[in-house]
């Protein structure tokens, strides 16, 4: 009789296809939140909160904005990157939309569009976790079609007055500066907004069936005066905005592995141990059935975003290829979780067990950062040449 399978991307030695140092990289960040992170996460989902603190121990480990050169930043390869958020969204959803959102969406914005003087004003903060920064690109009535944005930037003599109302906006509540996303008379522009500012405020969003270990928010801004040092200088169009999702998408191909994994893992151990009818339920042909065909899913969605690190550490990865890594990897992780939770039987609802937890974050992450269905759309655009969704 074979050994069994520890972990279920060893089927295929998914991880012979990583270096030493990637390995390395994966191992440290698995062992930290396994010390520091895990035991706690069950209660941070059940009370709805993310604690502040975690934000400069984060910056400690390195993660935040590790793929960004310069200005603090680890300056690792996409992969590393990758593996590090797969090994945050197996603890949860929302630690690992912190870091993404923190990293590829706040700093991102900042390296890639901003001043040199903002970059050494925000960036090494953010890296180390000292300050904590958000996207304010959707709004209340704006999520797919974010050209269509109402808040609006004006000018008044060599300032800018914003108005406006983002919504769903994940660390908003705990940011120390957001990165806004405004109409002007010359197209969409991107602003650096501090808290403090006057007439900019935040109201946390409640009563939230998902992402509950995760800080989701509103963002208010009423007559909001900024310098024109406060605009990022080099987003001229919506492209920017856009390009800082898909460097956050990215992440999520590899996350959802790691929410399909631990889902997964958690079933395989709970059948091996189950005893029903005198053997475990892991014996039995229909359970059986089911882990094989998971195992086959999340080492297909690992094998899928290899292949996408592999094209962006080449500078060759298009938008409808993340397009499919996202809708792919999400839709196979939620089905992971929820077949799972089916093997854990009536245990599978208690928050000792992560698969209906990784379940319910899945529902926003299936949502965020491009639906299943605007992504098809991006799919079926790259293939036919019609946008039809314009």
Not at 279 to 285: C, H, M, W
Request: with cysteine; net charge negative.
């Amino acid at each position: 009789m074979p050994d069994p399978v520890q972990d279920p991307l060893q089927l295929l030695d998914i991880p012979s296809l990583l270096s030493d140092e990637e390995r390395d990289i994966q191992a440290t960040v698995a062992a930290y939140l396994a010390d520091h992170v895990r035991p706690h996460i069950g209660s941070w989902f059940e009370q709805g909160v993310l604690p502040r603190e975690l934000a400069q121990e984060l910056g400690k480990l390195g993660v935040l904005g590790m793929h960004l050169e310069g200005y603090g930043c680890a300056g690792t390869s996409a992969l590393a990157y990758g593996l590090a958020c797969l090994e945050l969204e197996a603890v949860d959803s929302g630690i690992r939309s912190f870091v993404s959102v923190q990293g590829s969406l706040s700093m991102y914005s900042i390296w890639k569009y901003g001043s040199e003087e903002q970059k050494q004003e925000w960036l090494p903060r953010l890296a180390a976790g000292e300050a904590i920064g958000c996207f304010g690109l959707t709004e209340p009535d704006f999520g797919s079609n974010p050209s269509g944005m109402r808040t609006r930037a004006v000018r008044d003599g060599s300032d800018w007055v914003l108005n406006g109302t983002k919504m769903w906006i994940t660390n908003g509540g705990l940011a120390d500066v957001a990165t806004v996303w405004a109409q002007t008379e010359e197209g969409i522009r991107g602003f650096l907004v501090p808290r403090g500012t006057p007439g900019f405020s935040t109201r946390d969003i409640k009563n939230k069936l998902s992402m509950r270990a995760s800080v989701t928010s509103e963002l208010v801004l009423e007559d909001v005066r900024l310098p024109e040092s406060a605009r990022l200088p080099l987003a001229t169009s919506l492209r920017a905005p856009l390009s800082c999702l898909n460097e956050a998408r990215f992440g999520i191909v590899f996350g959802a592995v790691g929410a399909a994994r631990d889902s997964l893992q958690a079933a395989l151990n709970y059948a091996g141990t189950r005893i029903q009818f005198d053997k475990p339920i892991a014996a039995f042909q229909l359970t059986q059935r089911k882990l094989a065909s998971m195992s086959v899913q999340v080492s297909t969605a690992m094998l899928l975003a290899l292949h996408l690190a592999g094209l962006k550490e080449a500078g060759t990865l298009k938008p409808e290829q993340i397009s499919i890594g996202k809708y792919n990897n999400v839709e196979s992780a939620i089905a992971i979780a929820r077949e799972s939770r089916t093997i854990l039987g009536a245990n599978g609802i208690s928050l000792e067990y992560s698969p209906l937890r990784h379940a319910n974050n899945l529902e926003s992450v299936l949502t965020y950062e491009g639906t299943s269905d605007i992504h098809l759309l991006s799919i079926g655009h790259a293939l036919t040449g019609i946008a039809s969704f314009r």
